[in-house]
C-alpha cells in the first residue's frame, strides 16, 4: 500500500512540476513579472516536495527490503520468487496505469476541442 502511494504520489509531483515548467518555459518576454515569480516559486516548492517524495521511496525501499528478508525466511524459493516479481512489477503497473489514465484524459480533451470546434 505504501508503494502505491508513494509511486502516485512521485508520478503526481512530476507532472506537476513539468506542467510549472512549460508553463515557465511558454510565458513571453512581456509577461507579467509576477507571473514569472509565482510560477517560479511553484517550481520551488514542487522540487522539494519531489526530493522529499524521493526520500519516501528510498524508505519504503528498504523497508521493502526487510520484508523480503522475513518472507523469505517462510516461503518456498518458487514462492519467494512469485513474490519479488510482484513487488518489482507493482511500481511499474502503476506507472503505466497513470500514464494510460493521463493520455485517456487527454483524448477526452482533443474530443471534446473537436466538438466544439464543429
Known amino acids: 500500500g505504501d508503494l502505491d502511494k508513494v509511486v502516485n504520489l512521485l ?4 507532472g506537476r512540476l ?3 515548467e512549460t508553463a515557465l518555459s511558454s510565458l513571453g518576454p512581456h509577461a507579467p513579472a509576477e507571473d514569472k515569480v ?3 516559486e511553484k517550481q520551488r516548492l514542487l522540487v522539494a516536495q519531489l526530493e522529499d517524495a524521493k526520500e519516501l521511496k528510498e524508505h519504503v525501499g ?7 528478508a522475513m518472507v523469505a525466511r517462510y516461503l518456498p524459493a ?4 512469485d513474490y519479488q516479481h510482484f513487488v518489482k ?8 496505469q497513470r500514464e494510460l489514465e493521463e493520455k485517456i484524459k487527454l483524448g ?11
Open 62 to 68: 528498504r523497508r521493502e527490503e526487510a520484508v523480503g
Open 11 to 14: 508520478l503526481s509531483l512530476s
Open 89 to 96: 512489477m507493482k511500481s511499474a503497473l502503476i506507472a503505466e
Open 108 to 118: 477526452q480533451e482533443q474530443l471534446r476541442c473537436l466538438r466544439e470546434s464543429l
Open 18 to 20: 513539468a506542467r510549472v
Open 78 to 81: 518458487e514462492h519467494l520468487q
Open 38 to 40: 509565482a510560477l517560479r
